[in-house]
């Protein structure tokens, strides 16, 4: 099975679906929202030890709502939760939502990282600033969008390394398109011993981050946690956030399983995940577009293609990550070989 990236190389590759990208330079901070077309049908799986989410609890398959309007992403930790309050206040001027009577209700689940302690200021007075760059977020969402230092990635911090934004897509010899959105804050590491070479290098296509491969041999310290953590561990004080989409026809149970798959690409692309300090998160959403209902054997591949799209994901977002002022870490493209 060889697989190939979308014409964007981003999760908008997927029918049905634009992402908006805001964000404040000085308190190192943002928001991204994942926007439905037309409600998708979505589920979640939460593997960190400390997140902090919005609206998780109805993605489960036994409750009753069965598609959502938008996926909100944000920096600001507990406080970034209000981003997900400021898209659902611009989609509700558009009139998009669940209809109750002559209401409309938009559904916008989110989550949130930590990135309070990242060289930004902080000092927003009475109430923080999340509800509007959540507003701000959809008002710009469009199919092409910036990675790296941008959006809910803006502040985002990895093992040694400036963190970020990244996205990738994957185009199935099935007709199926799958792709991924992820704000890369973990605990561990996403390159080894420290160097410059990627966890995540054998799902690279051609060299969409830096076509290095794996060391070889390699180093001795490849996994050495105490190289990792460059920065003193804190629960609640990382986490890696991420979308995982395809315009495939899902239920909603498989969509909760495809989130369980993506999160394998976490553990393909950063070392340790899934610790008691991260709060790591994937939504899932299934936009339908293509019509295809994947038989046994495409199942398989969609969820294999889940895993290796993030692991490709969140190399990108550090690959991609700019340096700015008061930076408390250095950026990938500052490493020496």
Request: proline letters at 7%; one cysteine or more.
């Given at each position: 099975?060889?697989?190939?990236?979308?014409?964007r190389?981003?999760?908008?590759?997927?029918?049905?679906?634009?992402?908006?990208?805001?964000?404040?330079?000085?308190?190192k901070?943002?928001?991204s929202?994942v926007?439905?077309d037309?409600p998708?049908?979505?589920?979640?799986?939460?593997l960190g030890g400390a997140?902090?989410?919005?609206?998780t609890?109805l993605l489960?398959?036994h409750?009753?709502?069965?598609?959502?309007?938008?996926?909100?992403l944000s920096?600001?930790?507990a406080f970034?939760?209000?981003?997900?309050?400021?898209?659902?206040?611009?989609?509700?001027?558009?009139g998009i939502?669940?209809?109750?009577?002559d209401?409309?209700?938009?559904?916008?689940p989110?989550?949130?990282?930590f990135?309070l302690?990242?060289g930004?200021?902080?000092?927003?007075g009475r109430?923080?600033?999340?509800?509007?760059?959540?507003?701000?977020?959809?008002q710009?969402?469009?199919?092409?969008?910036g990675?790296?230092?941008?959006g809910?990635?803006?502040g985002?911090?990895v093992a040694?390394?400036?963190?970020?934004?990244?996205?990738?897509?994957?185009a199935?010899?099935?007709g199926?398109?799958?792709g991924?959105?992820?704000?890369?804050?973990?605990?561990?590491a996403v390159?080894?011993g420290?160097?410059?070479?990627?966890?995540?290098?054998?799902f690279?296509?051609?060299?969409?981050f830096?076509g290095?491969?794996?060391p070889?041999?390699?180093?001795?310290?490849?996994?050495d946690?105490?190289l990792?953590?460059?920065?003193?561990?804190?629960?609640g004080?990382n986490?890696t956030?991420?979308v995982?989409?395809?315009?495939?026809?899902?239920?909603?149970?498989?969509?909760?399983r495809l989130a369980?798959a993506?999160?394998?690409?976490f553990?393909?692309?950063i070392?340790p995940?899934?610790t008691p300090m991260?709060?790591?998160?994937v939504?899932?959403?299934a936009t339908?577009?293509?019509?295809?209902?994947p038989?046994?054997?495409?199942?398989?591949d969609?969820?294999?293609?889940?895993?290796?799209?993030?692991a490709?994901?969140?190399a990108?977002?550090?690959?991609?990550?700019?340096?700015a002022?008061?930076d408390l870490?250095?950026v990938?493209?500052?490493?020496?070989d």
């Amino acid at each position: 099975m060889s697989f190939k990236a979308g014409p964007r190389n981003l999760i908008t590759d997927v029918a049905g679906l634009r992402v908006g990208n805001s964000a404040d330079a000085k308190l190192k901070s943002g928001v991204s929202v994942v926007l439905c077309d037309e409600p998708a049908v979505a589920g979640v799986q939460v593997l960190g030890g400390a997140p902090g989410t919005r609206e998780t609890d109805l993605l489960e398959p036994h409750n009753s709502v069965e598609a959502i309007n938008a996926v909100v992403l944000s920096g600001g930790s507990a406080f970034g939760l209000d981003a997900a309050s400021g898209v659902q206040a611009a989609l509700r001027e558009r009139g998009i939502g669940f209809a109750v009577a002559d209401q409309r209700i938009p559904i916008v689940p989110g989550a949130i990282l930590f990135d309070l302690i990242n060289g930004g200021d902080k000092n927003w007075g009475r109430y923080p600033p999340y509800r509007e760059l959540g507003y701000e977020a959809v008002q710009n969402a469009a199919t092409g969008f910036g990675i790296g230092t941008a959006g809910a990635g803006t502040g985002a911090l990895v093992a040694g390394l400036k963190g970020g934004l990244g996205s990738a897509s994957t185009a199935l010899e099935s007709g199926i398109t799958i792709g991924a959105l992820v704000a890369a804050n973990p605990v561990g590491a996403v390159t080894v011993g420290g160097g410059r070479h990627f966890w995540a290098a054998p799902f690279e296509i051609g060299d969409e981050f830096g076509g290095l491969g794996l060391p070889s041999p390699l180093p001795p310290n490849a996994t050495d946690i105490e190289l990792k953590f460059r920065r003193r561990p804190v629960a609640g004080a990382n986490t890696t956030i991420a979308v995982i989409a395809t315009d495939a026809v899902l239920t909603k149970p498989a969509a909760k399983r495809l989130a369980i798959a993506a999160h394998d690409g976490f553990a393909r692309a950063i070392w340790p995940t899934h610790t008691p300090m991260d709060g790591d998160l994937v939504f899932a959403l299934a936009t339908g577009k293509s019509g295809i209902a994947p038989d046994p054997d495409s199942i398989t591949d969609l969820y294999a293609a889940a895993g290796a799209t993030m692991a490709r994901a969140i190399a990108r977002a550090v690959y991609s990550a700019t340096a700015a002022p008061s930076d408390l870490m250095p950026v990938w493209s500052s490493l020496k070989d």
